[in-house]
């Protein structure tokens, strides 16, 4: 009796402890939960953006991304047990995550989607709130039709150029020139402080920047437009007056004017003298 009293005591004991060890891995393999989140992107004028990148992440980690559809939509799946620091935004070019992203700017979003306070916000990312929205099983809704709609600006810039030449002199008069491959998409002439200002509504791109100036060299380089700004100084080179026999232009034509000039004094002496010469005869 005693010997079945171990056994059963010894049986207990193991079940008990195979329960804990099971419950103990079922619970650090728990998975997270995936939520739904679906809304709109349109721009100022309230048109649907189409084949836009939408993407949410928290601050340090891409959770998911979509693009929206032919009418603003986008749907996009996130995996993750922390929904209290969520953040929203809208890829205008570039790879999400990946150097040279540059995202739009928004300038409205339906109530639960609001702008960063952080400082230095440029209005380009939003924090989510669930506590506003009232998910349909795993899916949060944040806008229902394109009239509710994530409104992002144009993006466009105001561009300056600044233009400085030897010692650092500004430059009045150079033209100053952006293309878009072998289209100009502003131009225009620095003024006596060596800025351009090439315009407003600039898109969001990278350009070709030619700056062209009588006494120097053609200038020529990629310009990438993200934001409004002026730009750091471009210093343009001089142009190295050609050289004859160690000579440049200008001085064989101070020397053609000198010797020219001499000419001049002789063949006046010469008449001179002869008119007086005749003169004298009479």
């Not at 998409?185 to 800025?195: P, T």
Request: aromatic residues 8%; hydrophobic residues 40%.
């Amino acid at each position: 009796m005693h010997g079945k009293l171990v056994a059963i005591l010894l049986a207990a004991m193991m079940f008990v402890s195979t329960a804990v060890v099971f419950s103990d891995s079922n619970s650090s393999d728990a998975v997270d939960p995936t939520y739904t989140f679906v809304g709109y992107v349109s721009n100022e004028a309230g048109a649907a953006l189409v084949s836009k990148t939408v993407v949410i992440d928290n601050a340090t980690t891409i959770l998911g991304q979509g693009t929206t559809d032919s009418t603003g939509k986008f749907s996009i799946e996130v995996t993750t047990s922390d929904t209290s620091n969520l953040r929203i935004r809208i890829v205008y070019e570039g790879t999400a995550g990946q150097a040279g992203e540059v995202n739009y700017k928004i300038v409205n979003a339906p109530e639960g989607i609001e702008w960063m306070s952080t400082p230095g916000d440029d209005h380009t990312v939003l924090s989510l709130d669930l506590s506003k929205f009232t998910p349909v099983g795993d899916t949060y809704t944040l806008s229902s039709s394109i009239g509710h709609a994530i409104q992002v600006a144009n993006a466009t810039s105001t561009v300056t150029i600044h233009v400085v030449g030897k010692d650092g002199k500004e430059l009045n008069g150079a033209k100053i020139s952006l293309y878009d491959d072998k289209r100009i998409v502003a131009s225009g002439i620095s003024d006596y402080n060596g800025h351009c200002e090439l315009s407003s509504t600039i898109n969001y791109d990278t350009y070709r920047l030619v700056i062209k100036c009588n006494g120097y060299k053609d200038y020529e380089s990629s310009l990438v437009v993200n934001e409004s700004q002026i730009y750091p100084e471009i210093t343009l080179t001089e142009k190295q007056a050609p050289t004859f026999l160690g000579m440049t232009t200008y001085h064989i034509l101070m020397l053609f004017g000198v010797i020219l000039g001499l000419a001049l004094v002789v063949i006046s002496y010469i008449l001179v003298a002869r008119n007086w010469k005749g003169m004298q005869e009479d």
